[in-house]
């Protein structure tokens, strides 16, 4: 071989050399470069994770002291009452009333969208920095790419190298800052699942108890609201907001989504949950009308007494003796009789001048709805009881029509049949007849009618009779027994009255009723004067049968060894005074 052919061959190698020395270099620097970079996706990787998760600790905080861009969407009063917090309506007797205008509950219900906002604001500051790290290259390159569609072959590899250059050095950190951002906001919301899940199943522990508590507290004493305006009897009472300045009406103050201990209107007052608490300082109304209720109401046992009969039979002079006699009773052994209302105070300070004095008492003014007169009783051990008295003027029971607005006698359960003996024939007999006797007012009408007008308005509206309760009161008995027809009667013991009005020609109306009542106790009073405790004659009698009755752990009566020791000790004052 010449040397021109080695020289050929020389130089072929040496240029196959030189190609693959320099692709090696070429790949070489290529690896350097390479391991430049991925050391650099490490370390901004990992930066950009911790930048991550110290902001994403930051950003609930953010959130909920109010300095970020999202706001939470407040669970107002206002979308409370229009039930877009609590999805579920009201249970039980509120629910035809709705949520109250409240404040409700921080877990669940704003909690819930607080963590709607945190994760609207992680969005918001994703895209911000997207636009912030990368938005005008990857704008660029973008164009870049639009101008290699038309045949710009410049501009498309500027884009081309723009985007190259943005995935390299922008992509990797700010991939890493979004995933350690929005990993950091799981964590979070885990965390406060947990807590928000012990805090809330805790919350509806003492909920339940709390709740259970106040209706225990409230059958206990059998509280129930009976409203003295529109006679209707509810579970449990509204009140209005102790705000002055508000009107709203909160219907259900028990614990519960609105509020466990405190309940916090929507014009931002606070008061305590539960009707035991609230009754103290709120002020009740009642549920169906509206109008406001005495101090307490709902929380005690009320019991509402009716008592009807005709014409001048001395349905209100019963009442003013009867209570004037409790009251006495009550202070001598350290408790008390108040009126609930100024009405109601004041018939019991009339009541007790017209007794002492000897006085008549005023007519009863003839109104088509009469109002209760509330009484708060309080006996020796502290026990209360709220007595509405409900005295309708005669001219009410002449007829089944006239007594059309009475309607709290449907849910009375015990009643007071008011009869004026003196308006009886036999007895009007001998009355003519008599001589010297006192100028007294005598009932007019028929009293069976008056009794009929009451039992079948009552029988209208199927009430079962069998289960309530009727005392029988003879009322001007001190006349009465100045008559010959009368000195047959004896007062002590509920039989002895009712074989007097058999003898006296009232066997109809004794049957009629003793078969619509099952439960009938008969009594004669003098509501003239003040007797003692035990004297047959006492109207306080017929209050305490009332209230034992209906099984009211009250006793106004004392027993007979207590009365006797409280008559010795006054008497042994008296000698040494």
């Not at 049968?545 to 006793?555: G, H, R």
Request: hydrophobic share 45%.
């Amino acid at each position: 071989m010449d040397d021109g052919c080695l020289e050929i061959v020389f130089i072929f190698f040496a240029v196959i050399v030189g190609i693959g020395l320099a692709i090696w270099i070429v790949i070489a620097t290529f690896l350097r470069i390479l391991a430049w970079l991925v050391f650099y996706w490490c370390c901004a990787f990992l930066i950009a994770a911790i930048v991550g998760l110290i902001v994403g600790l930051f950003v609930p905080l953010r959130v909920l002291s109010g300095h970020s861009r999202t706001q939470p969407d407040i669970a107002t009063p206002d979308e409370v009452a229009a039930e877009r917090v609590i999805k579920h309506a009201p249970r039980g007797f509120t629910k035809h009333f709705g949520w109250d205008k409240a404040w409700p509950e921080y877990n669940p219900y704003q909690a819930q969208r607080d963590v709607v906002a945190v994760a609207a604001e992680l969005r918001v500051l994703a895209s911000w920095l997207w636009l912030k790290a990368g938005g005008s290259v990857w704008n660029r390159a973008s164009r870049g790419k639009d101008a290699d569609q038309k045949g710009n072959l410049s501009d498309a590899a500027i884009g081309a190298l723009s985007r190259l250059a943005w995935v390299a050095g922008v992509l990797v950190p700010f991939v890493g800052f979004v995933l350690a951002l929005y990993t950091s906001f799981i964590v979070w919301l885990l965390v406060m699942l947990v807590i928000g899940g012990a805090v809330y199943l805790c919350q509806q522990l003492l909920t339940l108890g709390y709740r259970l508590w106040d209706r225990g507290m409230m059958f206990r004493v059998r509280a129930k609201v009976k409203c003295p305006h529109c006679y209707e009897t509810n579970p449990r009472p509204s009140y209005h907001c102790p705000n002055s300045d508000c009107s709203i009406i909160h219907r259900d103050v028990s614990p519960g989504p609105l509020g466990v201990v405190k309940r916090r209107c929507a014009c931002g007052t606070s008061f305590r949950t539960t009707i035991s608490a609230a009754s103290k300082v709120l002020v009740a109304l009642c549920p169906s009308c509206g109008e406001p209720l005495v101090k307490g109401s709902g929380a005690r046992r009320t019991v509402q007494l009716p008592a009807f009969g005709s014409v001048g039979a001395g349905k209100t002079r019963f009442f003013a003796a009867a209570l004037t006699a409790v009251g006495r009773q009550l202070d001598s052994v350290h408790g008390s009789l108040e009126g609930l209302n100024t009405e109601a105070e004041g018939f019991l300070r009339a009541s007790e001048r017209a007794i002492d004095s000897g006085t008549a008492t005023e007519k009863t003014i003839h109104t088509m709805r009469p109002e209760g007169r509330p009484l708060k009783l309080t006996d020796a051990s502290g026990k209360v009881l709220e007595l509405q008295v409900m005295d309708a003027a005669g001219e009410s029971f002449t007829s089944l029509q006239a007594t059309e607005e009475l309607t709290y006698v449907n849910a009375a359960m015990t009643m007071v049949f008011v009869l004026d003996p003196l308006a009886l024939p036999r007895v009007q007999v001998d009355m003519r007849a008599a001589r010297d006797l006192p100028d007294i007012l005598v009932a007019s009408g028929d009293q069976e009618a008056a009794y009929a007008s009451v039992v079948d308005r009552i029988r209208s509206e199927a009430v079962d009779l069998t289960k309530r309760h009727l005392a029988v009161v003879l009322t001007k008995t001190e006349v009465l027994q100045k008559l010959p027809s009368g000195m047959s009667l004896d007062p002590e013991n509920s039989d002895g009255i009712r074989d007097w009005l058999i003898d006296v020609e009232q066997d109809g109306l004794v049957r009629r009723i003793e078969s619509d009542f099952r439960d009938v106790r008969y009594f004669a009073i003098d509501s003239l004067v003040l007797r003692e405790p035990h004297d047959p004659l006492n109207p306080m009698r017929v209050i305490d049968w009332v209230l034992s009755s209906q099984k009211v752990p009250i006793t106004l009566v004392p027993p007979v060894e207590e009365e006797a020791s409280v008559t010795s000790s006054d008497r042994e004052k008296a000698s040494a005074s």
